[in-house]
Structure formats: C-alpha cells, structure tokens
C-alpha cells in the first residue's frame, strides 16, 4: 500500500507541472503585452515598463517560466488587477462559502443518491426503478442554472422559506444559522449530481448481484435485505467511491454556475467575474489552485479505491 | 433501409426512449425549416408588446424587447442543432483520431495520451471558461472550445476500444496480407467502432447543449443576438418574477431535448458490442 502511494505520487508530478505550463502560458496567449495585461487598463506606460523588468518578460519564456514556478512554490501567486492584493487572499476569501457549499451539497447528495440507488436496483424491473431511475435522468438533463432560478421563485419570491441571494459568514451575526443562505444552492447543485450517483449505484449493484457470491447468500436462505446491503451494496460501493473524484470536477463546474445564480462570494463566482473584468492574474491562480485541488482529489479517491478493494494496488 | 431496419430495431419494447426519438425529429425538423414555421422574424423588436402573456399571437409570448418568443424558440432549435452536430463532429474527429493514432502507435501514445490526462486535470466547464477567454464569443468559437473539452473524453475511450481491437486476429491477419498502417486503422479498425462512437456522440450531442447554455448564461457563449435556448433564458432571467412564462418555455425546450437524446444514447448503447458498453459512460 505504501509503495502504492508513492508511486501514484511521482506519477503526479508531471501531469503537475505540464498543468502548471499551461496555466503559465494562459496569461502569454492573451493577445498583447502581458505586462499591459496584468496591470490592467489605468497602467501608465512607466507601471508597465516596471513590470516587465520585475517579471523578467524580456528573459527567454523558460527562465520566466522558472520564474514564476518559484513564485508559485512560495505562495506567491501574483496580484489581483481589481482587488490590489495578493491573489492568494482574494481566493481565500471564497473559499469558506465554497468549502461551505461543497460540503452541503456532498450531504444531500450521500442522503438522496444512495438511498434512492439502493431502492432503484434492489426494485430491478418494477415500476419504482422505471420512476426512480428515469427521474434520475431527468434531473441530469436540467440545467443548473434553470433549476436555481426556479427555487429562488418558489422557496424564497413565493413561500419566502429560504434567502434568494448572497452568504455571510459563519463567524458574523447569526452563526451557523446562516447556512439556510446556502440551502437552495446546495440543492441546486446535488441535483444533478445526485443524479449520477443514483443511476451509478443502481448499475454496479446490478452488475454485483449477478456474482456467484450473491447467489450463494441468496441460496443460504439470508433475508434479501441483508443480502442487499451487505453482500451487494457494500461491493458496489466501490465504483461508487470511485466516481467521488469525478463528482468533485463536477461540483466545480457547476458551483461557477451556482454561485453566479446565488450571488454566492465563492470562488466559483470569483472566476466568472474574474474573467468578465479581465482580472488575469485571479483567473490563473483560481485556475492553478482548482487543477491541483482536483489532482489531490483524485490521488485520494484512487487510494482509498485500492484500501477498498486489495486487487487494484496488486496489480 | 437496412441500416435504418436496424436502429429502429433498438428501441423495440422502449417507450420512453421511442418518445425521445419522436422529439428529436421534431427538433430537427424545427431546425430545418425554422424560416416556414416561425410566423415572426425572432429578431424584430416590438416595444409595445413587450412582456406579453403567451396567446393568441403570440404563442409563448414576448420577450422585454418584444420579440416573438416562439419564434426564438423555433431558431433556437436550429442553434441547438448546429452547436449539437458541431460539437460532436468537432470531438469525434480531433479525439478520435488522437484516441486511435495513440493506441496504434505506441510511442506517439505515451506522448499524446499525457496530453490528454493534462487538459483532463481542468474540470470541463473550466477549461471551456478558459479557452473562451482567449477567444470572441461566436457560434464558431463555442463549438471548438465545447468540442475540445469533449474530445479529451473521447480520445479515452477511443485509446481503450482500439487497444481491445489491436490484439484481434482480423488485424494480425490484415497485417499478414500486407495492409499499410493507414488501411489497417481506418478499413479495419474503425468500421468496428462506429456503432460505439455513435453512442458516445449522443452523449456529447446531450452534454453540449447543456454547457452552450450554462456558458450563454454566464455570458461568455453565443453572442447575446443570437437566437439560442440558452440566450433566451440568460436575458429573460431579470424579468422571472413579472414574465415567469419565459423562462419555462426555453428551459423546458433544453430539458426534454437533453433528457430525449439521453433516452437514445442509453438505448442504443444497450444494443452495442458488449466488450464497448462499459467504456461509454453516459448519464
């Protein structure tokens, strides 16, 4: 297991750094100067000419590659156009609604997809798995943002349950009962993802139910119901954790659309504006910290994939 | 006619999928004769109408310019088959040959296929967001970035089925009788996964539709004049509370056409070669 994880880790390393070149290149395939760019409209021609001796942009592409790489390393990872201050804390400062989000809509998505997954399969064939699992699809072909805009008009403009817009924090006035911000959105967000994992957990039950260890349980005489949870969804469960890091990317994309509906100050907000404000430097740091969150992510979901089933890291 | 026979054939015993098939035509009829059926030009501007209920003449109502909103909507299918077909044509061709080409030769593989576990680090919307940055917002542009970020899944899946197929005996026989490279890949290799890539393009056909829209609403896809359902949805949303009939009209249009070419893609997935199925991954 260990020289499992080692080698998955060196393995990381160049996927790492041939992301980083990519997001590097980003701010240098912009057309015009990048040092231009990155100061933004109000730079006068001495601010950018300051730039460019600071950046070294009159260095070869690999020396400032080099560069800034080392930047990087140390946590440096530019500053903001817009803001004025370091692009590290303009990104912390969404990150507590986004972690927020990210851990809510986990939660409905544990508590709607596999309960629902389970019913789905262990029902194969009746007209509780053609609803379920049809619904399932349903709700994958919605767009996110349509879904958002509707339950802002029915919870919070027609029942006024829930807040239509904006979070603040856990740590200001009102504490924890702030998350009722953050409610809709999550659910917003688990909808289609919830989705997935149900029709996922449907398939791969199926698919273990046809094994002969299966069949020896049933032949035992066990109470189907064990049978099921046991025997079925607990080997199912591995694909299932396995499509966790693909959830994650998921819940990424989704989130920048969330957040924007939401006028949640997340960091998928941030991106969007970001981009629309033409604040460079914010949407490559965002950008770095995603992809290497993703990769993390990913490296865990493979590790606790080889915990789960011995076979994988045999190989 | 056989071919047809044989597709129509998949969704015998399929209600729902067979429904999902009747409203794609229907899409794609819109689509084609979009100028015939839309009894308004979508982009004629009414102020006086503005904000109708939907009626008589209008039939889904109007829009805050005053535009006839079904009309839009009849345009909008022919964008969602244009971004639709395009995407597809767009992934199917850059991934697939770099999926095929990959698994073929080894050595370019290693190199290519690294390429791709690299554009797969950015989550997709991510990489769409990015790529369109650099680029103006066009019909053009928000297929070749909706294309690429699916082509990085298709060279995937592509790299593994060609691998399957390499080790079969019908190539090491074609390679006997002397067949070039060229030959064996293209007359040997891929007529045996055009039913797999059929599948994987009603995914991305499904997919596509939803990420034109989320961009269109995050104001980096279509250009704003454009008639799409994305568009419509994107400009109207201010208006949901005083016109909430514009925003259910277009939406329900995305809805069901992404849910029918689902329905389709999983029928016709059920019917491929078994040792493929598991490599698609749809919804």
Request: glycine fraction near 8%.
């Amino acid at each position: 297991m260990l020289l499992y994880t080692i080698k998955r880790l060196l393995a990381l390393i160049p996927t790492l750094l041939a992301a980083s070149v990519l997001v590097f290149l980003f701010i240098h395939l912009i057309p015009g100067d990048p040092a231009a760019i990155l100061l933004g409209d109000t730079a006068t021609p001495e601010d950018v000419a300051a730039l460019t001796r600071e950046m070294g942009l009159d260095e070869p592409i690999w020396k400032q590659y080099a560069l800034w790489l080392g930047n990087v390393l140390q946590g440096d990872l530019g500053t903001s156009v817009f803001f004025r201050e370091p692009v590290l804390s303009v990104i912390g400062d969404g990150a507590e609604t986004s972690i927020l989000l990210a851990t809510m809509t986990m939660f409905w998505i544990v508590l709607f997809g596999i309960p629902i997954g389970i019913l789905s399969a262990t029902k194969h064939g009746t007209w509780v798995d053609q609803m379920t699992s049809g619904g399932a699809m349903l709700f994958a072909s919605v767009p996110t943002f349509w879904l958002g805009l509707y339950l802002i008009l029915i919870f919070s403009v027609g029942l006024g349950w829930f807040p239509s817009s904006g979070f603040p924090s856990i740590s200001d006035d009102g504490g924890l009962t702030n998350l009722r911000y953050l409610i809709l959105p999550s659910l917003t967000l688990a909808a289609p993802n919830a989705a997935l994992i149900i029709r996922l957990v449907r398939a791969s039950m199926l698919d273990v139910s046809r094994e002969d260890h299966v069949r020896t349980a049933r032949a035992k005489g066990l109470h189907p119901a064990k049978v099921a949870i046991k025997h079925v969804f607990r080997n199912a469960l591995i694909a299932v954790a396995a499509a966790f890091g693909f959830t994650f990317a998921a819940l990424v994309s989704e989130a920048v659309v969330t957040e924007t509906v939401f006028s949640l100050p997340g960091i998928g907000r941030l991106v969007v504006q970001s981009i629309l404000r033409r604040d460079y430097p914010v949407i490559q740091g965002v950008i770095l910290v995603i992809v290497v969150l993703y990769m993390i992510i990913n490296l865990l979901v493979d590790l606790a994939y080889a915990r789960l089933d011995p076979r994988v890291s045999l190989k | 006619m056989n071919m047809l026979r044989t597709f129509l054939a998949m969704f015998r015993g399929r209600k729902l999928a067979t429904i999902g098939l009747i409203w794609l035509c229907i899409v794609g009829l819109a689509a084609i004769a979009a100028p015939l059926i839309a009894p308004f030009d979508p982009l004629e501007i009414d102020p006086v109408e503005r904000l109708s209920e939907p009626g008589l003449p209008y039939l889904f109502g109007t829009d805050h310019f005053g535009r006839d909103s079904f009309s839009r909507a009849i345009y909008g299918a022919r964008m969602a088959v244009i971004i639709g077909l395009g995407s597809v044509i767009v992934a199917l061709v850059t991934g697939g040959l770099v999926g095929m080409l990959s698994a073929y030769f080894t050595r370019l593989g290693h190199v290519l296929m690294r390429g791709i576990d690299v554009l797969m680090a950015f989550p997709a919307l991510l990489l769409a967001l990015v790529l369109m940055t650099l680029l103006e917002r066009s019909v053009t542009n928000t297929i070749i970035v909706i294309g690429i970020v699916y082509a990085t899944t298709t060279a995937r899946i592509l790299f593994g089925m060609t691998l399957k197929l390499k080790g079969e005996t019908f190539v090491d026989a074609a390679i006997c009788s002397g067949a070039g490279h060229g030959s064996i890949l293209f007359r040997h290799i891929l007529p045996n996964l055009i039913s797999p890539l059929l599948v994987q393009a009603s995914f991305i056909f499904a997919f596509a539709q939803l990420q034109a829209a989320a961009l269109d609403f995050l104001g980096l896809g279509l250009p704003p004049e454009v008639p799409s359902w994305g568009n419509m949805l994107s400009e109207e949303r201010i208006y949901v509370t005083r016109a909430p009939w514009l925003l259910i009209f277009p939406g329900a249009l995305i809805i069901l056409s992404v849910f029918s070419m689902n329905l389709v893609g999983d029928a016709m997935r059920d019917s491929i070669d078994p040792r493929f199925k598991d490599d698609i991954a749809g919804v």
